[in-house]
């Protein structure tokens, strides 16, 4: 069927399709969403060119949805990099071009928050986000007092070998080598969005925001110190995470003027906390930055990591329509039954299952999951971005893309 | 001079500060291998409140911290090592260098009375295979965050059979991402998605007591 259609045609076929699912319509079919970080992507190149070569990345793309057509494809071949954003958060014409860290960006600055195949690590790997602990606990009252000024002055020297000398001509040079980067990094975004758009899959117009306490356990205190400081020194915590607020919703918006409609927002310790800790420490700040742009007329996709079960009935908390929940672990069926009408659902595929399966047996799990899933619309199927793995037989990912066409219908 | 079932009862409520001064008082009169047995009940009561869905990782991580502190308190002092339940030879498998749910789990496993050889992040499969001819251990634990992991996994898998090891010991491989699905791609004997589960089927494999 979709043989006879242009990319054109397609690209507005897919859109609709996906953004009636958002708006809680039911659409002809169930979209069908792949977000990679580069894994599968080494099918057609190593990991170190997919991270330092953006031509071979747009190609490896490219390749990846001609061979298999989905409704949209998510390509991150970046590592998180919110942090840097956050240091230019007064500057919109910079904050949102360095959200997303590349190679190239991780040789100007020598973070010590990534890892980088043919770097660090060995050349046919993956990048790997690491974090890592730059800030002391008697350091929240300054980031409390100004987040932004805290970051560029002690953060990005004590986290970036080469601005450790802040004014250095070393630290200058390593900036305007990141901005150079950055200037190249967004003509590939553009390319990518053109190459794909050339094969008939849409991408989704994104800007970026973040959990004030993410930010503080990826970026500031380690994951495990965050959660120990939330015991230890709970209305410090507190404080720093409405102070993040502000400048991360400035983030979000940065990209408004440019057409952006969607907030990515991935979560990390949402899984970690108790409901009782999730709704003293994270939720709150995370839930003022969604409503706040959903108010100025952005809604997000957020990134339930791992197990959200015992958080979901928060989600309700928002304004009906506010977005898409993309869940990892948490069952779709259990979401759909508590969000129905309200949220639209993405996720429902273990990427685990397309490695180890048979096309028959993931057909027959895409016709029970929709069959629940299907009626009354708002769900997007997708594996989650924990990335479906290089090894993964071809077949299987077919079989995913023909079971959607085949049951997902409506 | 406060009692053992003081010290389990504030260790099981996450009581960091009257853990610690509990057993500051304690180490002086009470054997050593008391206390961490001591510790060892309060973690199995731990991981049934984490099992029943009444701790969450957040108080994993916390519960880990406090015997971190413990231990600096109580290792200098043990004069002879205590005989261990049984070794586990622990990694994070080749490409993947993260750490925090493998040192969650060393932490309980450690609590729980196995010996841990930890062989770091981004283990080859031949460092595993090298470890397991060393310490003879009767489980070897695979831990990963990334997919990617998963395969280096199954490698390993690989490598133990090819050296004749598989039947030697049991494996489990653990993460974030790990399922029914991985364990049966890799090969491993069982799965975990987080630490007190995984020490839970480590103590099942060998027929101890759940």
């Not at chain 1, 990991?47 to 989905?70: H, M, Q, W």
């Not at chain 1, 940065?254 to 994270?282: D, Q, R, T, V």
């Not at chain 1, 990335?387 to 993964?392: A, L, Q």
């Not at chain 2, 493998?102 to 981004?122: M, P, Q, S, W, Y």
């Amino acid at each position: 069927m979709s043989r006879s259609r242009s990319p054109e045609e397609l690209v507005k076929e897919r859109m609709e399709r996906i953004e009636k699912a958002i708006d809680l319509k039911e659409p002809d079919r169930v979209p069908l969403f792949i977000f990679t970080c580069g894994d599968v992507l080494r099918k057609y190149a190593k990991g170190y060119e997919l991270y330092f070569n953006y031509d071979k990345t747009c190609e490896a793309s490219i390749r990846f949805a001609s061979e298999f057509p989905v409704d949209s494809l998510g390509v991150v071949t970046a590592a998180e990099g919110f942090v840097f954003s956050l240091a230019f958060a007064d500057y919109p014409d910079i904050a949102p071009s360095i959200r997303f860290w590349s190679g190239p960006m991780h040789d100007a600055l020598l973070d010590r928050y990534t890892r980088w195949p043919g770097r660090e690590l060995p050349e046919d790997s993956i990048l790997q986000f690491i974090g890592g602990q730059f800030m002391n606990v008697e350091e929240y009252g300054r980031l409390s007092d100004d987040p932004i000024s805290f970051i560029n002055e002690v953060i990005l020297p004590r986290s970036c070998l080469n601005l450790e000398k802040p004014g250095s001509a070393k630290a200058n040079a390593s900036l305007i080598r990141l901005g150079v980067e950055a200037s190249r990094f967004l003509k590939f975004l553009g390319d990518l969005a053109v190459g794909l758009a050339k094969v008939g899959i849409p991408s989704l117009p994104l800007t970026f925001a973040y959990a004030p306490l993410d930010f503080i356990g990826d970026f500031l205190r380690y994951p495990t110190g965050a959660l120990l400081d939330v015991r230890r020194y709970p209305d410090r915590v507190k404080q720093a995470c409405e102070a993040l607020v502000n400048p991360i919703i400035k983030i979000g918006l940065s990209l408004k003027p440019a057409g952006a409609k969607y907030a990515f927002i991935p979560l990390h310790l949402n899984e970690y906390l108790s409901p009782k800790l999730y709704s003293e420490f994270y939720w709150p700040t995370l839930r003022k930055i969604i409503e706040m742009l959903y108010d100025q007329g952005i809604k997000s996709l957020v990134f339930f990591e791992g197990w959200h079960d015992i958080h979901l009935e928060t989600i309700l908390d928002l304004p009906r329509g506010w977005g898409v929940a993309y869940f990892e672990k948490t069952d779709v069926r259990k979401a759909k039954k508590i969000l129905e009408g309200h949220t639209c659902i993405m996720g429902g595929i273990p990427p685990s299952m397309l490695l180890q399966e048979t096309p028959d047996k993931i057909k027959e799990y895409v016709r029970s999951l929709l069959e629940e899933m299907k009626p009354g619309g708002g769900f997007i199927l997708a594996p989650g971005v924990a990335d479906i793995p290089k090894e993964t037989p071809s077949e299987n990912i077919k079989a995913l893309i023909e079971a959607v066409e085949e049951y997902g219908r409506y | 001079m406060p009692s053992l079932d003081e010290l389990i009862d504030a260790f099981i409520e996450l009581d960091e500060e009257r853990v610690l001064s509990l057993v500051e008082k304690l180490v002086v009169e009470v054997p050593p291998p008391d206390i961490l047995e001591a510790c060892r009940k309060a973690t199995v009561v731990i991981g049934e409140r984490f099992e029943k869905g009444e701790y969450f990782l957040s108080e994993l991580v916390y519960a880990g911290e406090i015997f971190r502190r413990i231990m600096d308190i109580v290792l200098p002092r043990l004069r002879e090592e205590v005989k261990p339940v049984a070794t586990i030879v622990l990694g994070t498998v080749e490409g993947d260098i993260h750490d925090i749910g493998k040192n969650i789990f060393k932490a309980f496993a450690e609590a729980a009375g196995f010996k841990v050889i930890d062989l770091g992040v981004d283990t080859s499969p031949e460092r595993f295979v090298e470890a397991v001819r060393n310490y003879n251990p009767e489980i070897v634990g695979m831990s990963g965050l990334l997919t990617i992991a998963i395969e280096s996994m199954r490698r390993v898998v690989e490598a133990l059979k090819q050296a004749g090891l598989r039947d030697r010991v049991k494996i489990i491989i653990g993460g974030g991402r790990v399922d029914e699905y991985a364990r049966r791609y890799t090969g491993a004997d069982e799965w975990a998605d987080n630490a007190m589960v995984g020490v839970r089927k480590c103590k099942q494999m060998l027929g101890l007591e759940g």
